[in-house]
């Protein structure tokens, strides 16, 4: 990293923004302005012939999202390309189709400025959202709404890309970016947009280096503008020099080979070099990464996450269904663990109940919404009691704040147990339970919350996001989103000799424990157990087995002594040279 200081400071012929999707690609700019729409106003002397324009206009839409959808499944998986199959949903909702065309009838004006006007009604309520997930829902609306247009004025998509080039635009809608992927561009740049925007999840599927948010790119980038694109770090550099051109070609070519050697760690023991044994569990979001986890060389689920549960089936699944899905997910991993957590509903989470709260983050969100709404969380406490017949379940409760929430929980464990009981239904009492701690009043309550429960698991995600009061989404504070603070370092270490007496595991499941950098410290402060995307599970594998646990004890007391994150990077970027590890980083 001392080298890459000096070649930021040596010319400052380079922007910042959000690493989004990780890799490095050195080529050339593509510029993509997006086709500003204009459009036609005025009256109609034929209503009949406008609703059939209209009409037309959603039939060619809905094929072409269809064309696309089809192409995202196939190059992401079908639950992720589930994202272009709301859009279609979008096509055909009837309230919105039906008060168009009434409007085309009553007010005899050109369906382009009525369909504009309609679909601006609906992104305006989204913008003013004041969060960072319905804004990005509401760039979504505006593609369908460009698209329909555009279909209404006949004219074609004209998203031409050149192959092998790095796409730099204002913003990316997700249909732009599964396309652009067919004509196998490298990399994306853009002005606007956060690590949940659509475009930045599908760029990490499609293992594309992203950089958003970039600040005034396109006032300083033109067509076939030479660029360094470090999805990693979030750098561009424009017109690179040729120290900057070796620099990263060099830093390719160990990539490559480090990705190689990955599919070689598969079998071996995640143990460090004097011995110390590390479990790696796996994260799993969608259905498709549970396939993945034979090949990603983890034991066990530490996280699953089943909110997800809810946007790719469409619906909240009932017990039944819940019933099937965890004894599969049980099936699967045994005899392994799987970590099941309840439903963390709320925040920037799947809005279905509570769509209109000021402040969600703050809200109504994890546990507060389950014990609030305990029909279903009976619904869920009975699955997982069912699926825990063959013993390698947890379950786990997001967002706990006090110690009220995990003894409301264990009552309700004992009525669904009675009432399982009562209707003759097959369950096994014996499951783990456990908290995550991502909230920071319960991690000064550690030591008294862990006699309640069989274990922590530490979410950073929200941890970092409520110690340091910034929104893990909003690009605007993305540099205070600080997982090295040494406030974050100090209260993991706290909790980890808050703790040192009692018998309760700990691991981390947030996206710390999948940074390569970060791993060294966590080990070092007495981390056991971290939980990662199977992606990212090789390289945090790699990164174990290179250093030793009696190093990684001093790196993490001389960290706890530092008093900015600046200080904690640099002894750990001194650590990683000590050993010869190489940093990457996966955020799926
Ligand atoms: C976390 O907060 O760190 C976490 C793992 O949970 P999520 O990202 O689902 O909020
Ligand atoms: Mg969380």
């Not at 204009?38 to 109609?44: A, E, F, N, P, Q």
């Not at 996450?305 to 899905?325: A, H, M, S, V």
Request: charged share 30%.
């Amino acid at each position: 990293m001392k080298g890459y200081e000096s070649l930021l400071r040596s010319s400052y012929n380079w922007l910042k923004g959000i690493p989004a999707a990780p890799g490095l690609y050195i080529g050339n700019a593509y510029i993509y302005s997006k086709e500003s729409i204009v459009v036609k106003d005025g009256t109609i002397d034929d209503v009949d012939e406008a609703i059939s324009a209209f009409h037309e206009a959603l039939e060619r839409s809905k094929k072409e999202l269809d064309k696309i959808f089809n192409v995202a499944k196939e190059k992401m998986g079908e639950q992720r390309a589930a994202i272009f199959e709301a859009q279609l949903l979008i096509l055909e909702d009837p309230d919105l189709i039906g008060m168009i065309e009434s409007r085309i009838i009553a007010e005899k004006r050109e369906p382009e400025s009525i369909v504009k006007e309609e679909f601006n009604k609906v992104m305006t309520v989204m913008y003013n959202a004041e969060d960072s997930y319905m804004k990005e829902r509401a760039n979504d609306i505006e593609d369908i709404r460009n698209r329909i247009i555009r279909n209404l004025k006949k004219e074609r998509w004209s998203g031409k890309v050149i192959e092998g080039t790095v796409v730099v635009s204002e913003m990316l809608t997700p249909a732009d970016t599964i396309l652009f992927a067919r004509s196998d561009v490298k990399g994306y740049i853009t002005e606007h947009g956060g690590l949940t925007s659509h475009a930045a999840i599908i760029a990490r599927s499609l293992n594309i280096p992203a950089i958003l948010g970039v600040p005034k790119v396109l006032e300083m980038v033109e067509n076939g503008t030479e660029l360094i694109v470090d999805g990693f770090y979030g750098y561009v550099f424009i017109n690179p020099t040729e120290e900057q051109v070796e620099f990263f070609k060099d830093k390719i070519e160990h990539l490559d080979k480090v990705n190689e050697g990955m599919k070689e760690l598969m079998d071996l023991p995640s143990v460090t070099l004097d011995g110390v044994e590390i479990e790696i569990q796996a994260n799993v979001d969608v259905s498709g990464e549970i396939e993945k986890l034979g090949t990603s060389g983890t034991t066990g689920v530490g996280l699953y996450r089943t909110e997800q549960l809810i946007e790719e089936l469409g619906e909240f699944p009932d017990e039944e269904t819940q019933t099937k899905i965890y004894s599969d997910l049980s099936a699967r991993v045994y005899p392994d663990n799987a970590t099941i957590r309840a439903f963390d509903l709320g925040g920037d989470k799947t809005r279905l109940f509570h769509p209109s709260e000021k402040n969600p983050f703050l809200g109504l969100r994890g546990i507060r919404f389950l014990l609030d709404n305990t029909d279903l969380f009976k619904q869920q406490i009975k699955a997982i009691l069912r699926a825990a017949v063959n013993r390698n379940i947890s379950f786990m409760l997001p967002m706990v704040s006090t110690l009220k929430e995990i003894r409301e929980t264990k009552e309700l464990i004992e009525i669904c147990k009675e009432e399982l009981k009562r209707d003759g239904k097959r369950f096994s009492p014996d499951f783990q339970l456990g908290i995550m701690i991502e909230v920071p009043s319960a991690s000064v309550l550690a030591s008294q919350l862990a006699l309640e429960v069989d274990f922590f698991s530490i979410g950073t995600n929200d941890l970092i996001q409520y110690m340091m009061a910034v929104d893990r989404g909003n690009d605007l504070v993305a540099d205070l989103y600080q997982e090295f603070h040494p406030a974050i370092i100090r209260t993991l270490g706290y909790i980890m000799t808050d703790c040192k007496d009692i018998d309760i595991k700990i691991s981390i499941c947030g996206e710390m424990a999948a940074d390569t950098l970060a791993v060294p410290l966590l080990i070092g402060l007495g981390i056991k157990s971290l939980s990662v995307s199977p992606a990212a599970a090789p390289s945090i594998k790699r990164t174990i087995r290179s250093f030793s646990y009696s190093r990684a004890k001093e790196l993490a007391d001389e960290c706890f002594k530092c008093s900015a994150e600046e200080e904690v990077i640099e002894k750990i970027q001194l650590f990683f040279e000590e050993f010869n590890i190489q940093r990457t980083r996966h955020i799926i």
